[in-house]
């Protein structure tokens, strides 16, 4: 339950105290949890939090895309600081949406369920998506 990876994708992973824990999905807690602290620190003008939210998703949805292309050779990492970077964007819209700028973080947080919507398209129309999923099919779901 603490990671999401088949056995055959533990390389994505960290092994802490005998657990494993996903690299980028520990790298989003973090950065969810930073953000947090920081947005109760200090308060900014909704633009500017807007343009970081627009940009910091970015690095993590190309460095996944990339990969999964074959176009890049990932490590943890890369992993670990894109997964930040994504969960500082996640943190700040979800305070935004529960404590600031109901619309402005409803519209992060729907911006970044669209940039993954158009990685599992691209990842589809090149035949990679059923490949990857295939390998959680096989490592999770053994009979």
């Known amino acids: 339950m603490l990671s999401h990876h088949p056995p055959c994708q533990y390389n994505r992973t960290f092994l802490i105290f005998g657990k494993r824990f996903c690299v980028r999905c520990t790298g989003i807690l973090l950065g969810i949890f930073i953000s947090t602290i920081f947005l109760f620190i200090k308060k900014f003008d909704w633009w500017l939090i807007l343009t970081i939210l627009l940009i910091l998703p970015l690095p993590a949805i190309f460095n996944f895309t990339l990969n999964e292309l074959g176009k890049i050779k990932n490590n943890n990492i890369k992993r670990f600081i894109t997964g930040g970077l994504l969960g500082i964007s996640i ?34 129309n090149v035949g990679v998506l059923e490949s990857f999923i295939k390998q959680y099919e096989e490592g999770i779901y053994k009979e």
Request: glycine share 8%; aromatic share 24%.
């Open 91 to 124: 943190g700040l819209a979800l305070i935004e949406l529960f404590f600031g700028i109901f619309l402005l973080g409803f519209f992060i947080i729907l911006y970044i369920f669209f940039l993954e919507i158009i990685v599992v398209i691209i990842l589809n």
